[in-house]
């Protein structure tokens, strides 16, 4: 599969636990830096979705999922940003591994990636650390 591929796949996982959940799903006709608006009847959310299959190079007991943006210049030359509050309120994340989707929290926004485990860390170290299951939406 290549990237649109996986990124519609997740959206429309997530589109689905939003519908599962009771929320209204809107999608933005033109170019915009989230993917879905969340409509909950008291407030709507900007959504950036993303597929995390993570980094093949990872361990098994986690992925690393990209939070870049990539926007496309007139003049052809294409730069790399990081999402921030005023861009989007979430970012949700649809694992296949699991196929569930996680909602990051929102000390993640601004990062360039985020490492999700599926498994506590052998280390036994918890700050920073990103469980999947505390995270599932």
Request: charged letters at 30%; aromatic letters at 6%; glycine letters at 6%.
């Amino acid at each position: 599969m290549n990237t649109i591929q996986k990124g519609v796949i997740a959206e429309q996982k997530v589109i689905l636990r939003a519908i599962e959940l009771g929320y209204k799903v809107s999608k933005p006709l033109c170019d915009t830096r989230y993917d879905l608006i969340l409509d909950d009847g008291k407030s709507l959310k900007r959504v950036q979705v993303k597929y995390g299959d993570g980094d093949p190079r990872s361990s098994e007991g986690s992925i690393v999922v990209g939070l870049r943006c990539r926007s496309y210049e007139k003049n052809r030359n294409d730069r790399t940003s990081t999402y921030s509050t005023s861009d989007v309120d979430d970012i949700m994340v649809y694992i296949p591994k699991k196929d569930v989707v996680v909602r990051l929290p929102q000390e993640a926004i601004g990062k360039t990636a985020v490492h999700l485990r599926f498994e506590p860390s052998k280390n036994k170290q918890i700050k920073g650390v990103h469980l999947i299951d505390e995270l599932t939406w």
